[in-house]
Structure formats: structure tokens, C-alpha cells
């Protein structure tokens, strides 16, 4: 009987480890996948060439967008649609990003393949997403030229309104190692990481530009960078507009990517069948506006949105989610800006608040 068990546990442990030589073996495979998915890619990111933007000068009779998004892929997620139509009609586009989206540590795991940080990897993702978003500007007609890149810190535009907004004080990232811009394509290169040089950098876009319309993130959208562009994209209209109301927008289109309540968009994956609901739930004394995407505008919209590979397969579903019939926007007036719910008091105040 003895022997029997000992035959027994013997047996079991040479299916265990059957099992888990299987399960490793089943891991590399997927890995293969995974990897051979985003490189297969790779070739349409190594036929982007990088460039610093190159500001239009503006003409008298063009309607002019300009579109502010503190990380790549959310320029296309909220205006995407809206950006092609303007296109079509012969309006001129900018789209300023505010972050590399060089903090976001799945992409990065999946385009260096390593679990480890490393700040190498993270400025390399960079450098990639920047790629990656002017792929995916060009599915929508909008060219390398139209794409600003402030490189500033993500995951730390918040620290830019507090603590460092003074440039005697400037952030220092825990991703990249660096406390100023290090992209060679950045707007304004080697400047340090403060708030002051980012309000400075919109005011100096928008000034140039002049743009009839800014789509900003909305004032309550929950995450801080989103949070922090608004208050940034606002206070600097506000200062052109007081020294040169001729360079200020007209409008100014708020778009929400990450809602209090929560899920937002549902459902999750395509929504070429469903159509964004207006939310009067936020800032309900300003109006809500509908804009309709044809289903060619849509589906080059879902592809510009899969242009963005290091996002597409760590959250493909919740981008996803933002290809609907229409795209949504809080309209405020230039002149109704100072109505505008002030920076939320959860994240506190800073010296650029001052007076406000």
C-alpha cells in the first residue's frame, strides 16, 4: 500500500509538472503573439517622419481648430470625427499635446517586452507614441506639420499647477529622469518642467494661430493631467484675451474622456451602433453640443484610433468605446470664461491661482 502511494504522488507530480511546462509553454506563445502583433506595425510608425509644427499663418475667412490633449489618443478620442469634417471643409487643425503619454507603464511593458522600469524605456515611449500619433492624425487628413509636442511630464501636469509652478522649482519626473523637455521635435526644446513655461508655450500657440475654436478637456474630468490641461488651456485664453482679444477663440468645446460616473462611454468595444448621450449632469448652466459623424468619418476615426498600438491592445476596449455616431462637447463663450468652475479644490492652490 506504502508503495502504491509513493507511485500515486510520484504520478501527480509528473502531471504537475506537465501542467506547468504547458502553461509556460502557452505563455511564450502568447508573448509571440503579442510581440509579432506590435511589431508587425512597426513599419507603418518607422515611415513617420518627426518634426517640429509649424504654426499656419492664419487667414482671414479659415475656421481654425485647435485641439489640446494632454496625451496622444486623446486628441482622437474626444474631436477625432470633428477634426476630419473641419478638414473636409477646408478649415486648418492643430493639435497640441501637452504629454508624450511617456508615464503609461502598460504601452511601455509592451514595447521594450520588460516587466523592469526603466527610464530609457519610458522616454523610448515617448519618442513611439509621437509616432503614433501622427499616424494617427494622418488617417484623418491632418498633417505631421499640424502636431505639437510640448513634452511635458505625464502623470504630472498636477505638480506644474502646485508645486512647481515657479521655474525655480521645476518637476522632475519619476518615469523619465527628467526635469526639462528632452525630445528633439518638442515646441520650445530644453525648457524647464514649470508651470509658467507651459502656460507660456499655449499663449505663444495660441497668439500665432489664432484659432476660431479650442477643444480643451473638460473641468471635471477625473484624471489630474486632463484636470490640469483645462486649467492651463483656460487661464491662457484668458491672458490672450486680455492682451489681445483679436488672438482669442470664439469658442471653446470642452470634451469629457474620464467621467465621475463611472462606466464611461458604455458599452465597452465598437460603438458604431450607439450615439453619445448630451450630459447635462456636468455644468449644467452651459449648453451640451451634438456634433454627427457620416460612417466614413466614424470608421476613419476607429482607425486612427488603432494607429495608436502601444494603447490599442493594453485598453483596446475602452477606446474603443469612443467610436460612436457623434461626438459630444460642453460650449462655453470666450466671454463666459470667467463663469467656468475654478480649479477643483481637491488638488489645492498654487502661486499661477493667485488672484483668482
Not at 26 to 50: D, K, M, N, R
Not at 107 to 120: D, V
Not at 148 to 176: M, Q
Amino acid at each position: 500500500m506504502t508503495t502504491r502511494c509513493r507511485a500515486g504522488r510520484r504520478g501527480k507530480s509528473r502531471r504537475g509538472g506537465r501542467g506547468r511546462r504547458l502553461l509556460l509553454i502557452g505563455g511564450a506563445i502568447l508573448a509571440l503573439i503579442v510581440a509579432a502583433y506590435v511589431y508587425l506595425q512597426s513599419p507603418f510608425l518607422w515611415s513617420v517622419h518627426l518634426e517640429p509644427g509649424r504654426i499656419p499663418d492664419p487667414g482671414e475667412e479659415t475656421h481654425r481648430l485647435l485641439v489640446i490633449a494632454p496625451h496622444p489618443d486623446d486628441d482622437i478620442l474626444s474631436a477625432g470625427g470633428t477634426m476630419a469634417l473641419a478638414i473636409e471643409d477646408g478649415a486648418s487643425v492643430l493639435v497640441v499635446f501637452l504629454t508624450d503619454g511617456d508615464a503609461n507603464q502598460g504601452g511601455k511593458r509592451l514595447i521594450t517586452m520588460s516587466p523592469f522600469h526603466s527610464a530609457r524605456g519610458y522616454r523610448a515611449l515617448g519618442s513611439r507614441r509621437q509616432k503614433e500619433a501622427v499616424l494617427a492624425l494622418g488617417r484623418l487628413g491632418v498633417g505631421p506639420e499640424s502636431a505639437f509636442f510640448l513634452n511635458y511630464p505625464d502623470r504630472g501636469l498636477i505638480h506644474l499647477v502646485v508645486e512647481n509652478a515657479l521655474c525655480d522649482a521645476p518637476y522632475s519626473s519619476r518615469f523619465t529622469k527628467r526635469d526639462a523637455k528632452y525630445s528633439p521635435i518638442a515646441f520650445n526644446p530644453g525648457l524647464s518642467y514649470c508651470g509658467e513655461n507651459l502656460l507660456a508655450d499655449l499663449e505663444e500657440i495660441v497668439c500665432r494661430f489664432r484659432p476660431t475654436t479650442v477643444y480643451v478637456p473638460h473641468p471635471v474630468d477625473t484624471h489630474p493631467d486632463h484636470a490640469a490641461g483645462y486649467y492651463f488651456s483656460v487661464l491662457a485664453i484668458q491672458n490672450v484675451l486680455a492682451r489681445d482679444p483679436d488672438a482669442a477663440p470664439e469658442t471653446v468645446r470642452c470634451y469629457l474622456t474620464h467621467a465621475p460616473q463611472r462606466p464611461w462611454p458604455w458599452p465597452k468595444g465598437i460603438g458604431l451602433g450607439y450615439a453619445f448621450e448630451l450630459l447635462p449632469v456636468y455644468i449644467e448652466e452651459d449648453p451640451w453640443e451634438s456634433i454627427a459623424l457620416p460612417e466614413a468619418v466614424a470608421r476613419a476615426k476607429r482607425a486612427a484610433i488603432r494607429s495608436h498600438i502601444s494603447q490599442w491592445w493594453t485598453s483596446r476596449e475602452m477606446l474603443a468605446a469612443f467610436v460612436r455616431q457623434n461626438e459630444i462637447y460642453m460650449v462655453v463663450t470666450v466671454g463666459g470664461l470667467d463663469g467656468v468652475p475654478r480649479w477643483p479644490v481637491v488638488y489645492g492652490d498654487g502661486p499661477l491661482m493667485s488672484g483668482r
